[in-house]
């Protein structure tokens, strides 16, 4: 099942993110600022941060698989129809359409991983299953790229965008088993986010979590307009350069359940996000080479990428009997961190430039630090487990 979940992940992230090597282009194409363009993933996140707070209430309560197949098919749809208008309020418009799937995708895809995997193998489950991001990344963003430059950024939507979700949603409603293991509770209908407060630590959690993923989101939209406008470079090599990024957020999200049965998940969690505040604070406010600037991104892609999938997983330990409310909390979290991110960016950009934004970007992400390290218990660690297991090979 970890392939047919992986794809599912992938339909979701490649929408959330394929902004970023085409949003030079789309602003172009519409006589608008780059600014104004990007907020249409503030738009995707604010409507997926509403679905995200909706599902608190009924995410335990519908099947997993229906509701992977509904939103799948909502962003096929929605990535379809953005390659088509040609109208500026009406692309705006449908990126809300896209974000209620992409919010239902992340949070029923995530919240999965306790459905198929006992605790012991559930980090390793995570981090497989959070891959799709950075898979979408080396993969669907550098063909977003290539196919804008050679028919034309609408095509990026109506060829990969929608063919993207496509094959998740066949891989889903042909693929997918049900449920291997028993639920922890029986889930309680109506209760929303009030849910987490019999859980100590659970709604901690869930700020820092915002603090970072307001960083992390921010950056995946902006950091292909930074080699754009810094560099000036073409959609093609941004999505080359960003596919590069794309590989590193690969290999950190893969190791990601190592690092946690290794060193144990907290302490994984502390020093993946340590290191990436440090990581962003630095390269945006370097005009160097697009080489240099890449390199000295990397490592806050790693380890970015490191933090998500352990984060992850310590939360549905915070929350045993809520893992699809917990899960939930955080695809609100994460579209509402992507809004906040997105219109933060926006503003810094015409003030302060992008030196301005990296700064911003490190300050949220060492104040998740901060609260992780107060709201995270020390026994939140994690036990030995065989990766092959929990990869299903």
């Known amino acids: ?45 604010g409507a997926g941060a509403v679905t ?61 991983a306790a459905d198929y995997f006992d605790d012991a193998h559930r980090g390793p489950a995570m981090g497989w299953i959070t891959t799709g991001y950075p898979i979408a990344w080396m993969l669907g963003l550098p063909l977003v790229g290539w196919v804008a430059d050679a028919w034309g950024w609408r095509a990026s939507y109506l060829v990969v965008g929608t063919g993207v979700a496509a094959l998740g949603f066949f891989a889903v409603l042909f693929l997918l088993p049900p449920p291997t293991q028993p639920p922890a509770a029986e889930p309680r209908a109506g209760a929303g986010l009030g849910t987490l407060g019999a859980y100590p630590g659970a709604r901690g959690w869930v700020f820092g979590e915002l603090l970072a993923t ?106 045993p009997g809520a893992h699809g409310t917990i899960m939930a909390a955080r695809a609100l979290v994460i579209t509402l961190g992507g809004a906040v991110g997105t219109m933060l960016g926006g503003v810094l950009i015409e003030v302060t430039g992008f030196r301005g934004l990296g700064f911003a970007y490190a300050v949220l992400t060492a104040a998740a630090l901060v609260v992780y390290a107060r709201v995270v218990p020390r026994r939140a660690g994690s036990q030995p487990a065989d990766l092959s297991d929990a990869a299903g090979i």
Not at 16 to 37: C, D, K, Q, W, Y
Not at 57 to 76: K, S, W
Not at 223 to 230: P, S, Y
Not at 238 to 251: E, F, K, P, T, W
């Open 1 to 45: 099942m970890l392939p047919t979940l992986i794809a599912a992940s992938v339909g979701y992230a490649l929408t959330n993110a394929m902004i970023g090597p085409i949003l030079v282009e789309v602003a172009r194409g519409f006589h608008v600022s780059i600014g104004v363009a990007g907020q249409a993933r503030a738009v995707l996140s």
């Open 52 to 112: 995200a707070f909706i599902a608190t209430f009924f995410a335990d309560r519908i099947p997993r698989r229906r509701q992977l197949l509904l939103a799948l098919g909502a962003i096929a749809a929605a990535e379809t129809a953005l390659g088509l208008t040609r109208s500026f309020g009406w692309w705006m418009g449908l990126q809300a359409v896209a974000g209620i799937g992409v919010a239902i995708v992340s949070l029923a895809g995530t919240a999965a």
């Open 214 to 319: 307001t960083a992390w989101s921010g950056f995946l939209v902006y950091v292909g307009a930074f080699f754009g406008v810094t560099y000036g470079l073409a959609p093609g090599p941004i999505g080359v350069l960003v596919g590069v990024l794309a590989a590193s957020s690969v290999a950190g999200t893969i190791s990601s359940g190592w690092a946690g049965n290794r060193f144990g998940r907290r302490r994984a969690l502390l020093l993946s996000t340590a290191i990436a505040a440090v990581g962003i604070a630095v390269p945006f406010g370097l005009r160097l080479t697009p080489v240099v600037s890449l390199v000295l991104l990397v490592p806050h892609a790693f380890f970015s990428s490191v933090r998500y999938p352990n984060s992850g997983t310590i939360a549905l330990s915070l929350a």
